[in-house]
Nanobody, 135 residues
């Protein structure tokens, strides 16, 4: 079964760090673009950033302030989101997503951008993992 599944969320104190995982199953991640997003109840989903599985090039949303890092472990077929210097405003459910249509852009080597990594471009989503930051 083709799916992605997030894990690693939890309660963390302000200023702390957390690493989230996105396990891909039923396909190899190394030819697709993966995005990370987050959502607070009652608010629109927000893009965090994305990564191309074939070469690890990344793109981050400006609003994230350079505190987060996305990486892959091809052997584990997993995409990671490293969250650093967390604050209460980072409390949200975090999702990863991908789409088979991203393969052409991934393999092209072209830079990633907000449009390529937009949630509307990705159809395969996980259930999310909750990150709660305590004051």
């Amino acid at each position: 079964q083709v799916q992605v599944a997030e894990s690693g969320g939890g309660l963390v104190p302000a200023g702390g760090s957390l690493r989230l995982s996105c396990q891909a199953s039923g396909f190899e991640l190394d030819t697709f673009i993966f995005g990370w997003f987050r959502q607070v109840p009652g608010k629109a989903r927000e893009a965090v950033g994305c990564i191309s599985g074939n070469d690890g090039r990344t793109h981050y949303a400006d609003a994230m302030g350079g505190r987060f890092a996305i990486s892959t472990d091809i052997a584990q077929n997993t995409v990671y989101l490293q969250l650093n210097d967390l604050n209460a405003e980072d409390t949200a459910t975090y999702f990863c997503a991908t789409d088979p249509r991203t393969v052409l852009h991934a393999l092209s080597g072209k830079p990633l951008d907000d449009e390529v990594c937009a949630e509307g471009s990705l159809v395969l989503w996980g259930q999310g993992t909750l990150v709660a930051v305590s004051p």
